[in-house]
């Protein structure tokens, strides 16, 4: 159970099994199921990235590929 000083904020790794740090965010998109504009997201940690990148892009889901901090900037300057 976290502790009221761990940071809510920390997001991890989607990998399964792997609790690391997520550093990296895979925006994707599955055109059989969401709008182009659509953008769903998967996190990476430095570990995992080129994998999961890997299997989104021989699936031709793989849009963009960005650090967690100018995803978020992203987020926050269009909100």
Known sequence: ????????STVICSAKGCRA?????????NPKLH???RRK??????E???HL???LGVRGFLKDVV????WEARSASDG
Request: net charge negative; aromatic share 12%.
């Open 48 to 50: 995992h990235r080129e």
């Open 35 to 37: 709008t182009p504009d």
């Open 21 to 29: 740090a997520a550093v990296w965010v895979l925006a994707w998109n």
């Open 41 to 46: 997201t998967w996190l990476a940690c430095e």
């Open 67 to 70: 650090t967690l901090e100018e």
């Open 53 to 55: 990148s890997q299997f």
């Open 1 to 8: 159970m976290n502790s009221p000083n761990d940071s809510a």
